[in-house]
Protein backbone atom coordinates (compact mmCIF):
# COMPACT_ATOMS: atom_id res chain seq x y z
CA UNK A 1 0.00 0.00 0.00
CA UNK A 2 1.52 3.62 -0.74
CA UNK A 3 3.00 5.42 2.16
CA UNK A 4 0.22 8.30 1.70
CA UNK A 5 -2.70 5.04 2.12
CA UNK A 6 -1.20 4.27 5.45
CA UNK A 7 -0.76 7.84 6.99
CA UNK A 8 -3.37 8.22 9.85
CA UNK A 9 -4.45 11.72 8.10
CA UNK A 10 -6.85 12.70 10.66
CA UNK A 11 -4.70 12.50 13.72
CA UNK A 12 -1.55 14.16 12.32
CA UNK A 13 -1.79 17.67 11.96
CA UNK A 14 -0.24 18.74 8.64
CA UNK A 15 2.35 21.08 10.21
CA UNK A 16 3.80 17.99 11.84
CA UNK A 17 4.82 16.03 8.92
CA UNK A 18 8.06 14.97 7.99
CA UNK A 19 10.10 15.85 5.24
CA UNK A 20 9.45 12.97 3.23
CA UNK A 21 6.02 12.37 3.69
CA UNK A 22 4.96 16.05 2.38
CA UNK A 23 7.53 15.00 -1.00
CA UNK A 24 4.99 11.80 -1.42
CA UNK A 25 2.10 14.28 -0.89
CA UNK A 26 3.55 16.70 -3.44
CA UNK A 27 4.06 13.84 -6.14
CA UNK A 28 0.90 12.40 -6.18
CA UNK A 29 -0.35 11.90 -9.73
CA UNK A 30 -3.22 13.44 -9.86
CA UNK A 31 -4.28 12.80 -13.66
CA UNK A 32 -6.57 9.93 -12.64
CA UNK A 33 -8.83 11.77 -10.78
CA UNK A 34 -9.49 14.03 -13.38
CA UNK A 35 -12.94 13.70 -15.36
CA UNK A 36 -13.37 12.52 -18.70
CA UNK A 37 -14.01 15.30 -20.69
CA UNK A 38 -14.35 16.36 -24.38
CA UNK A 39 -12.43 19.90 -23.88
CA UNK A 40 -9.53 19.57 -26.54
CA UNK A 41 -5.77 18.99 -25.39
CA UNK A 42 -3.69 22.31 -25.33
CA UNK A 43 -1.57 22.16 -28.01
CA UNK A 44 2.16 23.73 -27.82
CA UNK A 45 2.98 26.10 -30.32
CA UNK A 46 6.63 27.29 -31.19
CA UNK A 47 7.98 28.93 -28.68
CA UNK A 48 7.98 32.67 -29.98
CA UNK A 49 8.33 34.95 -26.57
CA UNK A 50 11.23 34.60 -23.77
CA UNK A 51 10.41 36.66 -21.43
CA UNK A 52 13.35 37.28 -18.55
CA UNK A 53 13.22 39.16 -14.86
CA UNK A 54 16.60 40.66 -14.44
CA UNK A 55 16.75 40.88 -10.99
CA UNK A 56 14.41 42.95 -8.13
CA UNK A 57 16.19 46.29 -7.94
CA UNK A 58 13.71 48.88 -8.69
CA UNK A 59 13.77 52.71 -8.28
CA UNK A 60 10.37 52.77 -6.95
CA UNK A 61 9.32 50.92 -4.10
CA UNK A 62 5.04 49.98 -5.10
CA UNK A 63 2.80 48.60 -2.16
CA UNK A 64 1.38 47.04 -4.88
CA UNK A 65 4.51 45.26 -6.25
CA UNK A 66 4.15 41.60 -6.59
CA UNK A 67 7.77 40.46 -6.73
CA UNK A 68 8.50 42.84 -3.77
CA UNK A 69 10.49 45.23 -5.90
CA UNK A 70 12.86 48.10 -4.39
CA UNK A 71 16.11 50.28 -3.82
CA UNK A 72 17.60 47.51 -1.44
CA UNK A 73 17.04 44.38 -3.45
CA UNK A 74 20.19 42.72 -4.40
CA UNK A 75 19.22 40.05 -6.37
CA UNK A 76 20.30 40.61 -10.34
CA UNK A 77 20.75 38.49 -12.82
CA UNK A 78 24.46 37.56 -13.90
CA UNK A 79 25.96 37.77 -16.46
CA UNK A 80 26.56 34.28 -17.32
CA UNK A 81 23.05 33.84 -17.14
CA UNK A 82 22.73 36.37 -19.37
CA UNK A 83 24.81 34.92 -21.86
CA UNK A 84 22.66 31.69 -21.48
CA UNK A 85 19.86 33.43 -22.14
CA UNK A 86 21.25 34.97 -25.46
CA UNK A 87 22.50 31.17 -26.18
CA UNK A 88 19.15 30.28 -25.68
CA UNK A 89 17.50 32.88 -28.40
CA UNK A 90 20.11 32.19 -30.63
CA UNK A 91 19.63 28.18 -30.65
CA UNK A 92 15.82 28.18 -30.30
CA UNK A 93 15.53 30.78 -32.44
CA UNK A 94 13.25 33.05 -30.51
CA UNK A 95 12.18 36.10 -32.09
CA UNK A 96 11.22 38.36 -29.36
CA UNK A 97 12.98 38.67 -25.72
CA UNK A 98 10.76 40.52 -23.21
CA UNK A 99 12.69 42.04 -20.48
CA UNK A 100 11.38 42.95 -16.89
CA UNK A 101 12.40 42.81 -13.64
CA UNK A 102 12.31 44.77 -10.69
CA UNK A 103 13.64 47.62 -13.09
CA UNK A 104 15.23 46.01 -15.36
CA UNK A 105 17.23 48.51 -16.87
CA UNK A 106 19.53 48.60 -13.27
CA UNK A 107 20.50 45.19 -14.06
CA UNK A 108 24.81 45.74 -14.42
CA UNK A 109 24.09 43.88 -18.01
CA UNK A 110 20.91 44.93 -19.22
CA UNK A 111 22.16 47.21 -22.04
CA UNK A 112 24.95 44.49 -23.10
CA UNK A 113 21.56 41.86 -23.29
CA UNK A 114 19.52 44.45 -25.86
CA UNK A 115 22.22 45.02 -27.88
CA UNK A 116 23.36 41.54 -28.37
CA UNK A 117 19.52 40.10 -28.83
CA UNK A 118 19.37 43.35 -31.15
CA UNK A 119 21.90 42.32 -33.20
CA UNK A 120 20.16 38.58 -33.53
CA UNK A 121 17.54 40.13 -34.65
CA UNK A 122 14.85 39.56 -31.79
CA UNK A 123 12.64 42.24 -30.86
CA UNK A 124 13.28 43.79 -27.44
CA UNK A 125 10.30 44.91 -25.18
CA UNK A 126 11.61 46.87 -21.97
CA UNK A 127 9.00 46.67 -19.15
CA UNK A 128 9.55 50.17 -18.14
CA UNK A 129 8.23 51.85 -15.17
CA UNK A 130 8.94 55.07 -17.10
CA UNK A 131 10.53 57.22 -14.00
CA UNK A 132 13.19 55.37 -14.33
CA UNK A 133 14.73 57.32 -17.37
CA UNK A 134 14.47 60.09 -15.06
CA UNK A 135 17.27 58.84 -12.52
CA UNK A 136 20.49 60.24 -12.12
CA UNK A 137 23.15 57.73 -14.81
CA UNK A 138 20.02 56.72 -16.65
CA UNK A 139 19.24 59.89 -18.85
CA UNK A 140 20.93 58.64 -21.90
CA UNK A 141 18.42 55.28 -21.64
CA UNK A 142 15.85 56.83 -23.31
CA UNK A 143 17.89 57.52 -26.59
CA UNK A 144 19.90 54.09 -25.77
CA UNK A 145 16.31 52.14 -26.66
CA UNK A 146 14.83 54.50 -29.51
CA UNK A 147 18.52 53.95 -30.87
CA UNK A 148 18.04 50.02 -30.64
CA UNK A 149 13.89 50.41 -31.19
CA UNK A 150 13.07 48.52 -28.18
CA UNK A 151 9.09 48.56 -27.53
CA UNK A 152 8.84 50.08 -24.52
CA UNK A 153 5.79 48.70 -22.06
CA UNK A 154 5.23 50.71 -19.59
CA UNK A 155 3.50 50.06 -16.26
CA UNK A 156 2.78 52.48 -14.01
CA UNK A 157 4.56 52.68 -10.30
CA UNK A 158 2.40 54.19 -7.66
CA UNK A 159 1.64 57.64 -7.92
CA UNK A 160 -0.18 59.14 -4.87
CA UNK A 161 0.46 62.93 -4.30
CA UNK A 162 0.33 62.44 -0.02
CA UNK A 163 3.78 60.40 -0.20
CA UNK A 164 6.90 62.28 -1.08
CA UNK A 165 7.85 59.28 -3.11
CA UNK A 166 4.66 59.64 -4.87
CA UNK A 167 5.42 63.23 -5.87
CA UNK A 168 8.68 62.56 -6.90
CA UNK A 169 7.26 59.77 -9.11
CA UNK A 170 4.57 61.92 -10.56
CA UNK A 171 7.32 64.87 -11.47
CA UNK A 172 9.22 62.23 -12.89
CA UNK A 173 6.21 61.15 -15.03
CA UNK A 174 5.53 64.82 -16.30
CA UNK A 175 8.87 65.02 -17.34
CA UNK A 176 9.61 61.98 -19.04
CA UNK A 177 6.15 62.40 -21.30
CA UNK A 178 7.49 66.08 -21.56
CA UNK A 179 10.63 64.74 -23.22
CA UNK A 180 8.26 62.47 -25.76
CA UNK A 181 6.26 65.14 -26.85
CA UNK A 182 9.04 67.87 -27.38
S1 LIG B 1 7.80 50.13 -10.47
FE1 LIG B 1 7.14 48.02 -10.90
S2 LIG B 1 8.86 46.70 -10.33
FE2 LIG B 1 9.22 48.71 -9.39
S3 LIG B 1 8.37 48.53 -7.32
FE3 LIG B 1 6.75 49.40 -8.64
S4 LIG B 1 5.58 47.61 -9.35
FE4 LIG B 1 7.54 46.81 -8.54
Do not use: W
Not at 72 to 89: F, G, H, I, P, S
Not at 130 to 150: H, K, N, Y
Amino acid sequence: MPLIDRLPVASMPVMLLPRQIMNVISMLDSKPLLFPSSFPAPRRKTLRILQVNLGYRCNQQCQHCHVNAGPKRTEAMTRQTVDDVLACLREQRIGVLDLTGGAPELNAHFRYLVEQASELGCEVIDRCNLTILEEPGQRDLAGFLAARRVRVVASMPVICRRTSTGSVALASMRQVFARCNA
